[in-house]
């Protein structure tokens, strides 16, 4: 692409298949035998299941489309997105690169800069099936699957859960025009040429994840839900330690050294020693508080993420 070209818009629903991040391990993040195709992307990030119920949307264009700041690509590229829900008179918020109805995941997306160009890619997530994802990313522990589960059912939606799910024709009329009201577009609709399908499957063939690139997971003794959400399982000589984390903050913590403790006893306890020992003493942990708290601490993913584009 040269910086004179225009814009390009991919388009389309892809088959099933696990996308792994460029520095991740099939191995560690993934159940063994997970019968899908499992692809690793020259871009980081962690793992994304696509499918079929997804409509992937993929906006390709000179480096100077869009703005000079690389954290506000996402709301330049994905405002045609926002419109088509919009039309649907869905409240819909823009969060870090991430779409969301009522404070709920709808869609995710990422920016890569290839040569000249840049793109921002997202899709509009009919479908989702929470039970199928959790059972295809390795869980040190039946709960925690549970929990993932769980977590995704409360933190994430689609658009079955709002309305029937719409034709995909209507579907690509309302974001066409949604994108030429704002970019001035006008369209030409093609096909992949032959040539252009063969690339991508010899790409494919390209990105099978068959060496080892890792040796931790990307988020360490655990999973990303959403953008400042992460599930952790990790285990000490003292027991093992479950954490959901929701926007920098305890949302449900099971500790094996104090079975009775509630899962929610610790919620929005601020994620620093001085309280956790506070309210862990609270509830009886006596003088195995700070040690508790501790483990919690290193358990738990607070990491504040960078939501800027990637570079393929």
Known sequence: MQPDDDPVVVWGQPS??????????????LESGVGVPVLRRPL??????????QVCV?????????????QDWYAHAL???????AGMGWPVTLAGSDIRLDGRKLAGSGAATIGAAALVGSS??????????????????????????????????SWS??????????????????????????????????????????????????????????????????????????????????????????ARVWLQAMPALGEDALADVLPVLPALTGRLSENGAGELAGELADMILQTAWLVEENAGPGHA
Do not use: N
């Open 16 to 29: 099933a298949h696990f996308c792994l991040g460029v520095h991740q391990t099939a191995e560690l993040e």
């Open 44 to 53: 980081g990030g962690g793992g994304v299941w696509i499918d079929r119920h």
């Open 58 to 70: 993929v906006l390709v264009a000179p480096r100077q489309f869009f703005p000079s700041r690389p």
């Open 161 to 250: 859960a709002r309305a029937e799910t719409p034709d995909i024709g209507w579907l690509s009329l309302v974001y066409r025009r949604a994108a030429s009201q704002r970019f001035g577009w006008r369209w030409q609709q093609a096909l992949l040429t032959e040539q252009e399908r063969q690339a991508g499957l010899q790409l494919a063939e390209d990105l099978q994840p068959d060496e080892v690139v890792s040796t931790r997971r990307t988020v360490p003794f655990g999973i990303k839900i959403r953008g400042g959400c992460y599930l952790t399982e990790r285990c000490f000589p003292a027991g093992c330690v479950r954490v959901l984390v929701l926007d920098g903050r305890l």
């Open 124 to 157: 509009f997530l009919l479908d989702f099936s929470w039970t199928t994802f959790a059972g295809l990313v390795s869980a040190p522990s039946a709960a925690f699957r549970t929990w993932l589960t769980d977590a995704l059912a409360s933190q994430m939606t």
């Open 79 to 85: 405002t045609p997105m926002l419109d088509v829900y």
